[in-house]
T-cell receptor, first 115, second 112 residues
Framework: EADIYQTPRYLVIGTGKKITLECSQT?????MYWYQQDPGMELHLIHYSYGVNSTEKGDLSSESTVSRIRTEHFPLTLESARPSHTSQYLC??????????????FGPGTRLTVL | AQSVTQPDIHITVSEGASLELRCNYSYGATPYLFWYVQSPGQGLQLLLK??????LVQGIKGFEAEFKRSQSSFNLRKPSVHWSDAAEYFC??????????FGTGTRLQVFP
């Protein structure tokens, strides 16, 4: 099972602040993902990466950006946070195992509150 | 359209009782099916997965799930629930893409 870490676990900030949510994994997985999760709702994919220097937008439009400079690190940045960004953000990683969808392993999440 | 339906938003059971959480999917290709569990304030932990082969899949923590292609279902079961099983359970489907489609989850409450 993957070891995947997210920091901070909880963050409360004011509107207009720039924030970066950190995600790191120690398993050498090629693929990494960011999901947004609101209470009572399914997880929505907002960004993913196939490897270093690869980033793609997910199914849910997001004002956040991501980068993948190192295999193990996939930070998510909000340039100017707004109350509508209040949510839980989950990072995941996976390793190509075959022709179908890989098993994704999740971090503990960051709960973001924007006042 | 590809989708996952978890019809039960909230289920309450007594400790020691059996449990079945329902999951129905719609997917245009051979489905890869997953069950995850999420405890409060935590990320998702993989319980079990089905890719092919035996349609009854065993997972961690005493859970199992059965893939029924004719019913487009992948229901999760446990014969005897423990208080520590109280959590939110998510069913997900993938297949011929890298993306997982999640259901909205079922919250399980366990009474002593």
């Amino acid at each position: 099972e993957a070891d995947i870490y997210q920091t901070p676990r909880y963050l409360v900030i004011g509107t207009g602040k720039k924030i970066t949510l950190e995600c790191s994994q120690t398993m050498g997985h090629d693929k990494m993902y960011w999901y947004q999760q609101d209470p009572g709702m399914e997880l929505h994919l907002i960004h993913y990466s196939y490897g270093v220097n690869s980033t793609e937008k997910g199914d849910l439009s997001s004002e956040s950006t991501v980068s993948r400079i190192r295999t193990e690190h996939f930070p998510l940045t909000l340039e100017s946070a707004r109350p509508s960004h209040t949510s839980q953000y989950l990072c995941a990683s996976s390793q190509r195992q075959g022709s179908g969808t890989d098993t994704q392993y999740f971090g503990p999440g960051t709960r973001l509150t924007v006042l | 359209a590809q989708s996952v339906t978890q019809p039960d938003i909230h289920i309450t059971v007594s400790e020691g009782a059996s449990l079945e959480l329902r999951c129905n999917y719609s997917y245009g290709a051979t489905p890869y099916l997953f069950w995850y569990v999420q405890s409060p304030g935590q990320g998702l932990q993989l319980l079990l997965k089905y890719f092919s082969g035996d349609t009854l899949v065993q997972g961690i923590k005493g859970f199992e799930a059965e893939f029924k292609r004719s019913q487009s279902s992948f229901n999760l079961r446990k014969p005897s629930v423990h208080w520590s099983d109280a959590a939110e359970y998510f069913c997900a489907v993938g297949g011929n893409t890298d993306k997982l489609i999640f259901g909205t989850g079922t919250r399980l409450q366990v009474f002593p």
